[in-house]
């Protein structure tokens, strides 16, 4: 008697899914997806006037490190985009996305 593992899939029900989806024509490239809570977020950081970690905590729901962390961990370093903060007193702090300069970091990463 042979044993399966606890949790696999048999590979007939995988091989049907897939004819099923084919058969009905459906692609099974991924669609590209405009109305995200990515695509906001960098919508209001690409205006001229920035905005602000509250700003997009209120336009997604995220919590304030959720949002520290999207800035830093996709806009920064996976969409490699130039982030730039400014403070000014008695306000809060104004994020924007900058056009990058030429010989700067994020361009060196594109060209390689």
Known sequence: MAKQKIGSRSK???????????????????????????????NLLGRAQGTTISAIMKSTGWQQHSVRGFLAGVVRKKLGLALESEKKEGADRIYRIVPSKPGSKNNDREAA
């Open 12 to 42: 007939s029900g995988l091989a049907q899914k897939a004819q099923k989806n084919s058969a009905s024509g459906k692609s099974q490239a991924p669609l590209l997806q405009t109305n995200t809570k990515q695509v906001g977020v960098i």
